[in-house]
């Protein structure tokens, strides 16, 4: 099982997105859990994932976390906004795949 975990100020404004990327990872019959988080639980969470993506709102935060996902061997990144503005699931799930394959 891959984790996807998702940042954004409250960890509510990525819900949607998340539930997009859920119903492709579905479709494709891909073993993904994914979930967003609120900012303030962002190094906690990331513990147990294979992957972060922050919100574009958040970007100023790539810099902050990026200290502690190179130590838990996590990518991060941040969402693309058009594909974040268009609540595009998919184009956000292969993101976050392409850069577990380019982690291993």
Not at 8 to 36: F, N, Q, Y
Request: charged content about 30%.
């Amino acid at each position: 099982m891959k984790n996807i975990v998702l940042a954004c100020s409250a960890g509510m404004s990525t819900s949607l997105l998340v539930s997009k990327m859920e119903e492709i990872a579905t479709e494709k019959g891909l073993d993904v859990r994914i979930w967003a988080v609120a900012q303030d639980k962002v190094v906690k969470e990331m513990e147990q994932a294979d992957v972060l993506l922050i919100g574009p709102q958040m970007r100023f935060l790539k810099k902050k976390l990026s200290k502690a996902a190179e130590e838990l061997n996590v990518p991060i990144d941040v969402i693309d906004p058009i594909a974040y503005g268009r609540i595009d699931g998919e184009a956000v799930l292969t993101t976050a795949l392409e850069m577990l394959e380019g982690n291993k």
